[in-house]
């Protein structure tokens, strides 16, 4: 019978997908004992947890040699969960999974003989890196876990289209059936400016839950995959973007306000500002959120399927991401130069998020933007009409543009590359603190 070999990096993604055991097997073809045999080997490697092998195997000890699918016994030790004792085979592995600091390795099977494993060499290796994590992947690689035929996606994209616009219509339809819709404005007319946020967030909610619905039940994969290849959020990442970006922003206004003065209208009223900045700080890390699971999550996960050029990704994501925002009443200031600004934002977004591996920095970043305009200063005419502090009577397109082009390579500069990083910067002031 041919060997066949398989990825354990691609084991370890279906894992962290949330794929059952059953599913496994039927996906690498393995009988249960083949399953078995790969998990050990897993553990072994420590590329899997004692908890997660003790909830996949079912047992209360863990075997760490192997029984072969053929039926055939092999001396093992027993580990106790729980034990401060390493995990160590009492006999040795036929081909055991060594780590070569690369998180590669290939397991092959015969038939329905023994799992075995080896390192991966060449294009499947990883160079070593001080952050990496054996277990991860990379982030758009997450897109080949789960069912992933082109039609799912084609079904799954209409879905989040129909599923959002009709339930946001009928929500306008029943919470406030005399208004009608401004395209000028790009907001509802005969409400209040409360109500109006209020129903034009809803639209973001409903796409939330409409994503959340077809990663799980068409994509079956797990909803975590959208955001990281890692077990779980980095939430000091989304601290990390949002912080600073929010400081860049304010450095833009200070500057903006010294240059021009007469552009900028104290509006702040403190009574209507402390109703409107509870729902603002609730709702709009929600919009920003699921604007970035639809387009840095579920479509960039769907062109990676296409093609893994990283510069065709950010081009790609930076088109899709700046047609649904030309019907922003903005656009009027200028139909090129706004057009570029929103294409040069989603395609920032999308270079963070493949530099970071996630999408924590680029949802810290857009809830940190969106933030500043809905509390800090808004545009007269901006789709997004709330009670902030300042007002913005004129907008400058050509200028938003370059002051986002240099906001942003100051940004990836300090959280990413150079020698000035928030990352060095961070363990110089830790060296500098008196033990």
Same mark, same amino acid.
């Given at each position: ?24 097997? #039927? ?5 249960? +004992?083949?399953?078995? $045999?790969? *998990? ?6 420590? =590329?899997? /947890? ?94 080949? #876990? ?5 039609? +799912?996606?084609?079904? $799954?994209? *209409? ?6 616009? =009709?339930? /946001? ?267």
């Amino acid at each position: 019978m041919a060997e066949r070999r398989i990825s354990a990096k691609e084991v370890m993604i279906d894992i962290r997908a949330g794929l059952s055991n059953d599913e496994i097997g #039927q996906k690498y073809r393995l009988s249960e +004992r083949g399953i078995r $045999s790969l *998990l050990d080997k897993l553990l072994n490697a420590n =590329l899997l /947890t004692v908890e997660e092998h003790l909830q996949r195997v079912g047992s209360s000890t863990l075997p760490v040699d192997l029984e072969g699918d053929n039926g055939g016994r092999i001396d093992r030790k027993q580990v106790v969960i729980g034990s401060s004792e390493p995990v160590v085979a009492s006999t040795p592995l036929p081909k055991r999974l060594e780590d070569d600091n690369s998180g590669s390795y290939a397991v092959s099977t015969s038939g329905n003989g023994p799992v075995q494993a080896a390192p991966l060499r060449g294009q499947d290796r990883h160079e070593t890196r001080e952050d990496f994590i054996p277990t991860s992947a990379k982030f758009i690689d997450i897109s080949k #876990q789960g069912q992933n035929q082109w039609w +799912r996606y084609l079904v $799954s994209i *209409l879905f989040i289209s129909v599923f959002s616009t =009709l339930m /946001t219509v009928i929500a306008m339809a029943m919470f406030a059936p005399n208004s009608r819709w401004d395209n000028t404005t790009g907001s509802l007319i005969g409400i209040s400016s409360l109500s109006n946020y209020v129903l034009q967030s809803l639209t973001f909610v409903f796409l939330f839950v409409a994503i959340f619905m077809v990663v799980r039940i068409e994509h079956k994969r797990s909803f975590l995959s959208l955001i990281t290849p890692n077990e779980s959020i980095d939430w000091k990442k989304i601290g990390k973007g949002f912080g600073l970006f929010f400081a860049l922003l304010s450095c833009v206004l200070a500057i903006d306000y010294l240059m021009a003065p007469e552009s900028f209208q104290f509006c702040l009223d403190p009574g209507r500002f402390m109703w409107f900045a509870p729902v603002v700080l609730v709702l709009t890390p929600i919009q920003t959120t699921a604007e970035e699971l639809l387009f840095r999550g579920y479509l960039l996960h769907t062109t990676a399927l296409l093609t893994g050029n990283r510069m065709v990704l950010v081009l790609v994501s930076g088109a899709l991401f700046m047609l649904p925002h030309l019907v922003n009443p903005e656009v009027a200031a200028g139909f090129l130069p706004m057009a570029l600004y929103y294409f040069a934002v989603g395609g920032f977004l999308t270079i963070v998020t493949l530099k970071s591996n996630g999408l924590e920095v680029a949802i810290g970043i857009h809830a940190a933007t969106n933030l500043f305009v809905g509390l800090i200063v808004n545009y007269t005419n901006s789709v997004l009409k709330t009670e902030s502090i300042f007002l913005c009577s004129t907008l400058d397109p050509v200028g938003s543009l370059v002051s986002f082009c240099i906001i942003a390579i100051i940004f990836y500069l300090l959280m990413f590359g150079g020698r000035l990083t928030l990352k060095r910067f961070w363990k110089k002031r830790q060296a500098a603190v008196p033990k």
